[in-house]
C-alpha cells in the first residue's frame, strides 16, 4: 500500500505593515509660546481660533473696519429719505480741518498780528483767498447742513428708542458746530469780529447759575469778574486774551471734542441698527 504525497504549499510571509511617513515638526515660534504664558492670557483673554468665521465677525464687528452694519434697510438710504446730510456734515468737517491746518502756517493769534496775517494771507500768499473762503463757506455749509439733518431726524421720528441716546450725542454735536462757528468768527480781528463777538458773549451774562445777570446767578455769588462770560473772555471785556482762548477753543479744545462725539455718533448708529427707515 503506497502513502499518498501530500504536495508542499509555499507559505507566504505576513504582510508587512507600511511604516507612516514621518511628519515635520513644527517648532513654535517665540510669539506663538508668548501666546501661551499667562501674562499674555491675563491681558487678552479672547482667545478666539484663527478660523474664516471668526475673522468675517471680528471684521463685521469692528467700526473702524467696516462702518456700515450687516444689514441696511433699502430705503434707509434713500436720497429722499436721508438728503445725505449727515454724510455731507462729516464732509464738510474733514474739508474745515485740513484748511483749517493750512490756515494755522498764516496766522498768529496775537492781537498786534492777527488782522494783518489775515491781509497777507488774503493778499500775498499764492490762493490765499481761495483757501481762506473755502474755510468760510465750508464752516457755513457745515452750519446748514447740520440745522437740515436734526430737522430730518425729527421729521423722521429718528430720536425715537433705541436711538435716543444717539439723538442726545446730536445735540451735543449741534451745540459743538455752533460753537466752532462762533469761535472762530473773532479770529480776523477786524472791527465786524470784535463787535459781532462783543455782543454775543453779553448774552452769557444771563446765564442761569454761570452768569451774574442770570437766574441764581448773583445768590451764587457771581460778579463780572467771576462768572462765565469772565472766563470766556480772559477780562471784563474784548480784548488780546479773549482771542488767545478763542483761538485755542477753535483749533484745538473744540475740533478735539467734536471728533470724539462723532466717532460715537457713527458707532451708535452702526449698534442701533443702521440708519432708521421711513415711517
Not at 513654535?28 to 491681558?43: D, G, I, N, P
Not at 482667545?47 to 430705503?75: C, E, M, Q, S
Not at 421720528?157 to 459743538?176: H, Q
Request: proline share 8%; glycine share 8%; hydrophobic share 45%.
Amino acid at each position: 500500500m503506497s502513502e499518498e504525497i501530500k504536495p508542499v504549499v509555499p507559505q507566504t510571509p505576513p504582510p508587512v505593515s507600511p511604516t507612516p511617513p514621518k511628519l515635520p515638526v513644527v517648532k513654535e515660534t517665540l510669539f506663538q509660546k508668548m501666546k501661551k504664558t499667562q501674562v499674555w492670557r491675563s491681558m487678552f483673554r479672547h482667545d478666539y481660533k484663527d478660523t474664516p468665521k471668526n475673522r468675517t465677525l471680528a471684521i463685521i464687528g469692528n467700526v473702524f473696519l467696516h462702518l456700515h452694519p450687516v444689514k441696511v434697510l433699502r430705503g434707509a438710504v434713500k436720497f429722499k429719505h436721508t438728503w445725505c446730510m449727515g454724510g455731507l456734515s462729516f464732509f464738510l468737517f474733514l474739508v474745515l480741518l485740513v484748511s483749517g491746518v493750512a490756515l494755522m502756517f498764516y496766522y498768529r493769534p496775537t492781537a498786534e498780528y492777527a488782522y494783518f496775517d489775515m491781509k497777507y494771507l488774503q493778499f500775498d500768499v499764492p490762493f490765499g483767498m481761495l483757501l481762506r473762503n473755502l474755510h468760510r463757506w465750508s464752516a457755513h455749509a457745515m452750519i446748514i447742513t447740520v440745522w437740515l439733518h436734526m430737522f430730518r431726524v425729527f421729521m423722521t421720528g429718528s430720536y425715537k428708542p433705541p436711538r435716543e441716546f444717539n439723538w442726545g450725542i446730536g445735540v451735543i454735536l449741534l451745540f459743538l458746530t455752533m460753537f466752532l462757528s462762533f469761535t472762530g468768527y473773532l479770529l480776523p480781528w477786524d472791527q465786524l469780529a470784535i463787535w459781532a463777538v462783543t455782543v454775543g458773549t453779553n448774552m452769557a451774562r444771563a446765564t442761569p447759575l454761570l452768569g451774574h445777570e442770570g437766574p441764581f446767578g448773583p445768590q451764587l455769588g457771581m460778579r463780572p469778574d467771576n462768572d462765565i462770560r469772565f472766563a470766556l473772555l480772559g477780562g471784563t471785556q474784548v480784548g488780546a486774551p479773549t482771542l488767545l482762548r478763542f483761538y485755542v477753543l477753535h483749533c484745538i479744545a473744540l475740533p478735539f471734542f467734536l471728533l470724539v462725539f462723532v466717532t460715537v455718533h457713527f458707532w451708535r448708529v452702526r449698534k442701533d441698527g443702521g440708519i432708521s427707515g421711513p415711517l
